[in-house]
């Protein structure tokens, strides 16, 4: 499978503030990309997908941008709260199946 | 989405013994995955398990080291055998439903 690079590897913000994370992808065949949300102990949480043809999406305080001449895609958790604190893992879905390729992960850490 | 439980949540056992996992859906689904999150680290896809198919096996895994069942739309179960402590990880079960793919809690498996 295709690579999917997640970064940075960790990250903390203060309260009120802008987490932002990064995905770069090389498959130029992947139509569809989610967002989870893991907190310790429970399964991964889908929080918000988009596919190629859009370059952003926004649900709430989360925004997906995505470049696709850039083939790299991002997550924006405004006004960041303590409750925000999580691992975040971006992903990317193949043309004609649904597996998924995972990045890394991003332990978010949100400070009062 | 669809709502998965699995069971157990978490268990201990002693090495070569095999533990078996359930996956419940409270719908009907047609794709199914299982995954291994080994600790800190991202998500592993083990098998895709499809209803009336042989499950379709990632490179590192086979069959007889994680046989799965699929007798209906809602069910399926993973077993993880002979096990080794290097198969300490949380298991989990996925699925997709319309073109989304929701994660179960996972199955937490300390092999002491």
């Known amino acids: 499978q295709q690579q999917v690079k997640q970064s940075p590897q960790s990250l903390i913000v203060q309260k009120g503030g802008i987490s932002i994370i990064n995905c770069a992808y090389e498959n130029t065949a992947f139509d569809y990309f989610p967002w989870y949300q893991q907190f310790p102990g429970k399964g991964p949480a889908l929080l918000i997908a988009i596919r190629p043809d859009v370059s952003e999406k926004k649900e709430g305080r989360f925004t997906i941008s995505f470049n696709k001449s850039a083939k790299q895609f991002s997550l924006h958790i405004m006004d960041s709260q303590p409750g925000d604190s999580a691992t975040y893992f971006c992903a990317a879905k193949g043309a004609g199946s649904y597996q998924l390729t995972f990045g890394k992960g991003t332990k978010l850490s949100v400070i009062p | 989405s669809a709502v998965i439980s699995q069971k157990p949540s978490r268990d201990i056992c002693q090495r070569g013994t095999s533990l078996t996992i359930q996956c419940q859906v409270d719908s009907q689904v047609t794709m199914m995955f299982w995954y291994r999150q080994q600790p800190g680290q991202s998500l592993t896809l083990i098998a895709t398990?499809?209803?009336?198919?042989?499950?379709?096996?990632e490179s590192g895994f086979v069959i007889d080291k994680f046989p799965i069942s699929r007798p209906n739309l809602t069910f399926s179960t993973l077993t993880v055998s002979n096990m080794s402590p290097e198969d300490s990880s949380i298991y989990l079960c996925?699925?997709?439903?319309?073109?989304?793919?929701?994660f179960g809690p996972g199955t937490r498996l300390t092999v002491t």
């Open positions: 996925s699925v997709v439903k319309q073109y989304e793919q929701y």
């Open positions: 398990a499809n209803q009336g198919s042989e499950a379709t096996y």
